[in-house]
């Protein structure tokens, strides 16, 4: 399926809005939302092994937690959002794959912009509190938005790469 990119797209951002503005419901739309993906994914194998990336973001979101940046109702860590990552993840096989193939300090561009723009937009909608000062909060998101999404497609084409020999 060539043109996944785009059901891939579609998916993540019904995610995205689910768990913004419908996040008593999120855990159960994203779990369908998770199990369509690989409906119709054409890399399923791929995606299964890219999908424990999702810690990566969990340990970065539970950091912030901690660190006061943003606050979120939980007792731990929400459900709803470490499968938001989940499907976040899957992005980097398809919609945000393009990524794959540009310099480091575009990526991370990318990251310090998109990461704290979406954390905004999740706080604007109501799913999590920001608990520092807008400038502190986007320059943090920024920082470790920048970080997280280099890590995030290298380790990507290192298991495509591992995927690839494997497969050959």
């Known amino acids: 399926m060539k043109w996944f990119w785009i059901t891939n797209f579609v998916l993540f951002q019904s995610a995205w809005f689910i768990c913004a503005f419908f996040t008593e419901y999120a855990p159960i739309a994203l779990t369908v939302l998770l199990a369509l993906h690989f ?6 194998r791929k995606d299964l092994q890219i999908l424990p990336l999702a810690l990566v973001g969990i340990v970065a979101d539970k950091l912030h937690l901690m660190a006061g940046t943003f606050a979120i109702q939980a007792d731990f860590f929400p459900l709803w959002l470490a499968l938001l990552w989940a499907m976040f993840v899957l992005c980097l096989n ?9 310099p480091t300090w575009l990526v991370a561009g990318f990251g310090a912009i998109g990461g704290p723009l979406s954390y905004f937009a999740g706080i604007k909608a109501g799913a999590m509190a920001s608990l520092t000062p807008m400038p502190i909060l986007i320059t943090s998101l920024a920082c470790s938005w920048a970080l997280l999404i280099v890590v995030l497609i290298y380790a990507t084409k290192q298991i495509d790469n591992r995927f690839l020999i494997r497969t050959a």
């Open 39 to 44: 409906a119709l994914s054409p890399t399923k």
């Open 94 to 102: 398809h919609s945000l794959s393009w990524l794959a193939h540009k």
